[in-house]
């Protein structure tokens, strides 16, 4: 007989198995992909919102050096002189950190002292400026000097290395913003040039905003030439399209196309054998084209992580599957053996063991019952008699023990407990619908599937009720006698960052108040720490949020750190009805409420008061705070 309920029961749940394993992969599939979409897209997203502003950075830096150029540029055409140009190349270099260097060049014979030609230059080398008039040389068909003649307007020149064939020379590829110079409205007579450096403008600016390890940026030119780059061997020599073949790298090729063509966009492609995501922009006004390259491996490093947690996922929801089709298929066939056992003992003439009722509506559950009925109408009258005697006896006598104690201490316990079961009754009665909803989907659990948003809808209230017993149960514990001989010991052994600790606290109380919104705000910098207790400091910066969440409309929370010679103070307020001045005196008193019929036990901040006095601080409500509540948790930076 045991063989046969052990063969059935295996069958049953092999089949159940069967149609649940399926759709459970199945759903768990459609579930990663959306994932991997969703994390996808929001790589590339950051990636493209880092761009933009890198992007606007560059502009700035390069705005920095039109506005050293246009600024000065009135200056010398009132002054068109040698000594005024000097003066003048000098204080760009000198006011403006951004500038590499300046010259200014004058057409053939403005000054015939001078000769042919006259230019002077300023460049900055280092700790000083370094002025100096040129010899002759043939800068008219240098591109510095040329386009903006040809132009008759400002203009961006193309980086180059080259600087001049003068007395001064450095081997700092720049770019140039080059202004014509019209002396009192005259015809053009020279041209200024205010040069920066493309070596600074990637240390100052691009190196400094990286979204991943190994991301980098690129700087490309009309032509498609690399002006920033981390291998420096192709800067100002090499464009895109020479270093790349158009047969072996078609998406490399395509991507300096787009670029030099003004577009901006993302492109994959594979970069020195690694596949990287790129973004890319135009830098306005200067025909240079900045893109960020970002390799896959990054990009999708919460993808790669998700892989692993959908394989544990995969790996435990089986195991879950198997536990709950035992489960089920024993709680079902259960019935059936526990009553062939019972009737096997009436068989043999043993009434002792009374077979259990049954709540089942069928045949089977009919039938037990029947047995029940039939051997409980034989031993009714002698069993009843003899318990309800022993129980009468019983009951006298436990009455009698006790009735002192209950008299002592029903008030208190009757206060104690009413709110107990305020406090636990409602996550209880939640959990219990919710379980008998999963019950009742049991049966076409496997026909119909269940849907990812009712199953998160419901694993999410779960979890929030979980949460909220949890707490409660938490704060009996610490408020008992075990939970008491605990805290009096206070381990303050634990090095912890006040900020960290704040955020993650703040973190931690959302999972207890989604709806709730908490500003943080901080005086002290993230390196600031204390040795304390994290246990008691973290539970008792969450009850006071929590409190804040639950007393007040939860959209105007803010937790404030601030520091003074000797303390460090978290400082918790709201806006809210506030704590009325005449039951200010009870809030720290434990099993205490203002309002009977509110929720909660009494104990949260008679606990966090215990808690901060066992660190060696405080708790303190600001009274002179009026639109809400302010507490004030503070404890010493040194034990």
Not at 108 to 118: A, N
Not at 250 to 257: E, K, M, Q, V, Y
Not at 445 to 468: C, D, F
Not at 577 to 586: A, K, S, T
Request: charge should be negative; proline fraction near 4%.
């Amino acid at each position: 007989m045991s063989n046969l309920k052990r063969t059935f029961s295996k069958r049953l749940s092999r089949t159940i198995m069967l149609l649940a394993i399926p759709l459970f992969v199945l759903l768990l599939s459609a579930f990663y992909r959306h994932a991997n979409y969703l994390l996808h897209k929001e790589a590339m997203e950051r990636s493209v919102t880092i761009l933009s502003t890198t992007e606007q950075l560059v502009e700035n830096y390069l705005s920095a050096i039109e506005t050293a150029a246009r600024s000065n540029t009135w200056m010398i055409e009132e002054h068109f002189s040698p000594d005024s140009l000097q003066v003048v190349s000098r204080r760009v270099v000198s006011l403006n950190r951004s500038v590499l260097s300046c010259s200014i060049s004058t057409e053939p014979d403005v000054f015939p002292e001078y000769g042919s030609s006259f230019s002077v230059y300023s460049v900055n080398d280092g700790d000083t400026v370094i002025t100096v008039t040129e010899p002759e040389f043939e800068y008219f068909e240098k591109n510095w000097y040329k386009k903006p003649m040809q132009l008759g307007r400002p203009c961006w020149i193309n980086p180059f290395s080259d600087f001049n064939a003068g007395t001064i020379n450095h081997h700092d590829a720049v770019g140039s913003y080059c202004i014509p110079l019209r002396p009192k409205g005259s015809r053009i007579m020279g041209v200024i040039s205010v040069d920066f450096s493309f070596q600074k403008l990637r240390e100052t600016v691009l190196a400094t905003h990286h979204p991943y390890p190994s991301s980098y940026y690129m700087l490309l030119g009309p032509s498609g030439g690399y002006l920033v780059h981390p291998q420096t061997n192709l800067l100002f020599k090499n464009t895109i399209f020479s270093v790349n073949d158009s047969v072996e790298h078609p998406d490399i090729i395509a991507l300096g196309r787009d670029m030099t063509a003004g577009h901006s966009g993302t492109a994959h492609v594979n970069l020195d054998g690694v596949l990287c995501h790129v973004c890319y922009k135009p830098v306005a006004d200067t025909g240079w084209s900045l893109a960020l390259v970002c390799q896959d491996d990054d990009v999708l490093v919460d993808y790669n992580h998700l892989t692993i947690v959908m394989l544990v996922i995969v790996v435990v929801g089986i195991l879950l599957i198997w536990w709950l089709t035992r489960k089920v298929v024993q709680h079902n066939i259960g019935p059936v053996n526990e009553l062939m056992e019972a009737t096997k003992q009436v068989a043999e003439g043993n009434y002792e063991k009374v077979i259990p009722p049954s709540g089942h509506k069928d045949v089977v559950g009919k039938l037990q019952n029947a047995f029940r009925s039939m051997q409980l109408a034989l031993i009714s009258h002698e069993e009843s008699a003899r318990q309800a005697a022993e129980e009468v006896e019983r009951e006298n006598a436990e009455l009698e023990q006790t009735l002192p104690l209950a008299k002592e201490v029903s008030k208190r316990r009757g206060i104690f407990i009413r709110n107990v079961s305020h406090q636990i009754s409602n996550p209880l009665n939640v959990i219990n619908g919710l379980t008998n909803v999963m019950k009742a989907n049991l049966s076409s659990r496997n026909k119909k599937g269940l849907e990812s948003s009712e199953m998160n809808s419901i694993a999410s209230t779960m979890r929030h009720h979980a949460r909220l017993l949890l707490r409660s149960t938490m704060m009996l514990y610490d408020s008992s006698d075990v939970g008491a001989a605990n805290a009096s010991r206070y381990d303050k052994n634990d090095i912890v960052a006040c900020n960290k600790e704040a955020r993650e606290a703040i973190s931690d109380t959302l999972g207890y108040c989604y709806d709730a919104e908490i500003r943080f705000e901080t005086e002290v910098p993230d390196e600031l720490t204390v040795k304390t207790n994290r246990h008691f400091l973290m539970y008792s910066i969450q009850e006071l949020l929590v409190n804040a969440a639950k007393f007040s409309d939860g959209q105007h929370i803010t937790l404030r750190v601030t520091q003074t010679e000797t303390k460090v103070r978290f400082i918790v307020e709201d806006v809210g009805p506030g704590m009325p001045e005449d039951n200010e005196h009870l809030i720290f008193v434990p099993f205490a409420k203002i309002d009977d019929l509110s929720e909660g036990l009494g104990l949260g901040l008679p606990l966090c008061k215990s808690h901060a006095l066992g660190l060696g601080g405080d708790l303190i409500l600001d009274e002179s705070y009026k639109q809400g509540c302010r507490f004030i948790f503070e404890i010493p930076k040194v034990q």
